[in-house]
């Protein structure tokens, strides 16, 4: 299987990193072709041009590469932290670049653009991992945890990914070692329910 890991965070040296890394190795031993991107370090450019959004637009190397890379891609692993209940600016601006119409969706031939989406990738199952400094129990209390609604039916389930799987680590400021280590364990549990080896 021909699985994306996306990684969006500027520290080399961030559990997200880690979480990455193991999410790699995991995949790899499973028999899985992985295609990894870390998006601060291949400095990828989140702003759109006004010409990208022209449904002919002619992009560039680097752009229609990972379009057509998410477009084989027959599973999707995405980790970044939680800022403001989003995720970080380059990681959205991925999104409005790559899960563009005609590779990531469509809409009915009827349709001028207003209404039912078809969803055109390939993956069936999404992973998304996540890290936050706000406890659980505040996030879904006050913020009521606005990226499991972004990324599954907002993005994903929009674009046809049917089966999306999140997961949220916290309290990264005061998570200890031992801690750290028990959540990368369930990274790994995580990866193997999800994508089976082959």
């Not at 992009?59 to 590469?65: A, F, I, K, N, R």
């Not at 999707?76 to 995720?87: A, K, M, S």
Request: hydrophobic share 40%; charged share 25%.
């Amino acid at each position: 299987m021909k699985v994306t890991v996306i990684l969006a965070h500027p520290n080399q040296k961030s559990f997200n990193s880690a979480i990455a890394a193991t999410a790699c190795r995991e995949l790899r031993s499973l028999g899985h072709e992985i295609r990894f991107h870390d998006l601060y370090q291949e400095h990828f450019d989140p702003v759109v041009p006004l010409a990208e959004l022209e449904s002919d637009a002619v992009l560039g190397e680097q752009l229609d590469s990972y379009c057509r890379e998410i477009a084989e891609s027959e599973g999707i692993v995405l980790v970044h932290p939680n800022w403001w209940g989003q995720p970080p600016a380059l990681l959205k601006g991925w999104v409005d670049r790559v899960l563009r119409p005609g590779i990531a969706y469509r809409f009915l031939e009827a349709d001028s653009g207003e209404g039912i989406p078809v969803g055109l990738l390939k993956a069936h199952t999404a992973v998304v991992f996540n890290t936050s400094n706000t406890p659980r129990e505040r996030e879904m209390a006050v913020f009521g945890d606005p990226l499991q609604r972004l990324w599954e039916t907002c993005i994903l389930e929009f674009c046809g990914v049917r089966n999306v799987v999140r997961r949220m680590f916290g309290v990264m400021v005061t998570s200890t070692p031992v801690q750290r280590g028990q959540w990368l364990d369930e990274v790994r549990q995580i990866l193997h329910a999800s994508f089976p080896r082959r």
